[in-house]
């Protein structure tokens, strides 16, 4: 069984510059949620996909965009960067859209704008 | 919007104490999850508490979920060294919206 897997790692962007981060959601797990994780803070809700449909938003604005692919995979799109865009993004995949079940999480990609 | 606030925020202890970390909030929660998160890895989750006044024990962790859902604690039994990270609680709030909201987390150290 295979976890939760984000690409790239770490990235540096410059402000207005576009980024695409990935997400492989664990084997059998329909849902993918993406969550900002700023320096010293907790987590953030982005928005939730299930069956690639999105499924929920936080306050973000829409230049955060997201897609998820037919094998659950999921994309995070952030267009014009800003500086305050600096963050860990943090992928977590489930099986349903609730939490009362397991979230898995990745290890984050760590963005860096500049 | 819904807050959950931590405390303490930041936690330093010798191996062998007990410790208590707290997380309240004036809204109610559906569940409550609590999760460990270590330097440059994503939040793993420990437990989920769904039933007011429930009490979840893994080994040295104690979890407490108040009874009216606002609030949980985290007790740590005989702390070690690998304990240290940051502890997140997270709240569902149930109904259509289904994100988690996290507070911004009590960061414990433990010294050998």
């Known amino acids: 069984e295979t976890g939760v897997t984000q690409s790239p790692t770490h990235l540096i962007k410059t402000r207005g510059q576009q980024v695409t981060l990935r997400c492989s959601s664990q084997?059998?797990?329909?849902?993918v949620s993406w969550y900002q994780q700023a320096l010293g803070q907790g987590p953030q809700f982005i928005f939730q996909?299930?069956?690639?449909?999105?499924?929920g938003r936080g306050n973000f604005p829409p230049r955060f965009s997201g897609l998820q692919f037919p094998n659950y995979s999921s994309e995070l799109n952030v267009n014009a960067l800003e500086l305050d865009d600096s963050a860990l993004y943090l992928c977590?995949?489930?099986?349903?859209?609730?939490?009362?079940?397991?979230?898995?999480f990745g290890e984050g990609s760590r963005l860096t704008v500049l | 919007t819904q807050l959950l606030e931590q405390s303490p925020q930041f936690l330093s202890i010798q191996e062998g104490e007990n410790l208590t970390v707290y997380c309240n909030s004036s809204?109610?929660?559906?569940?409550l999850q609590w999760y460990r998160q270590e330097p440059g890895e994503g939040p793993v989750l420990l437990v989920t508490?769904?039933?007011?006044?429930e009490v979840k024990k893994l080994k040295r962790l104690t979890f407490q979920f108040g009874d009216a859902r606002k609030d949980s604690s985290l007790h740590i039994t005989a702390a070690q060294p690998g304990d240290t990270g940051l502890y997140l609680c997270a709240g569902e709030s149930g109904g259509s919206n289904y994100k988690l909201t996290f507070g911004k987390g009590t960061l414990l150290t433990v010294n050998p």
């Open positions: 508490v769904v039933t007011g006044g």
């Open positions: 809204s109610v929660f559906s569940s």
């Open positions: 084997s059998g797990h329909n849902t």
């Open positions: 996909y299930y069956r690639e449909e999105e499924n």
């Open positions: 977590a995949s489930s099986l349903g859209r609730m939490y009362t079940g397991e979230l898995f």
